[in-house]
């Protein structure tokens, strides 16, 4: 019995102390809000084949964060999607290192108070580094947390830009 415990222990530290070092390891990425949202446009972003740093996509939202696409389905229902960050991951993952696929930011408009903030984040989409012309636009509306020692993701809502919902102006770089 004793023997399990100190094995049991052993397992726990170490694991502890992996985690510990992995959160060291992306502490930088999340100290300012711009260096949070730069790995987040980052992480998901590559071209074909190429693998996503998911433990960093993860490190970026708190725990119980939402990504929440909408859109329209095949009625013509505007309907919306609550996925934890495991479940981005399961469900679009394949999908973007399949495909390639990079988000790029145009434009941001930024509103705090206190240690709250929300992002207007409006991008474009592209299969590869190199394409001219984006696939696909919308706008990102990120919720943020400032807890005093870094910047947590609570929510990314998004839309795809469409010809019945086109981007306003003041969303759009000048």
Do not use: C
Request: net charge neutral.
């Amino acid at each position: 019995m004793r023997k399990i415990l100190i094995i049991s222990v052993f397992i726990f530290t170490n694991t502890f102390l992996q985690g510990q070092e992995q959160n060291a390891k992306h502490l930088d990425k999340v100290q300012s809000l711009e260096s949070t949202l730069q790995t987040l446009y980052t992480v998901i972003s590559g071209e074909k084949g190429e693998e996503r740093d998911w433990q960093l996509f993860k490190f970026l939202f708190k725990p119980e964060a939402k990504l929440i696409p909408s859109g329209k389905d095949k009625e013509g229902i505007f309907r919306i999607r609550y996925m934890s960050p495991d479940e981005y991951i399961s469900t679009s993952g394949a999908w973007l290192i399949k495909n390639g696929f990079f988000e790029k930011e145009i434009h941001r408009t930024v509103q705090t108070f206190g240690n709250i903030t929300q992002v207007f984040s409006t991008y474009e989409s592209f299969k590869s580094k190199t394409d001219q012309e984006p696939f696909m636009r919308g706008i990102n509306s990120i919720q943020l947390l400032n807890d005093g020692n870094r910047w947590w993701i609570v929510n990314i809502y998004w839309s795809q830009e469409s010809e019945e919902n086109p981007i306003p102006k003041e969303y759009l770089p000048n």
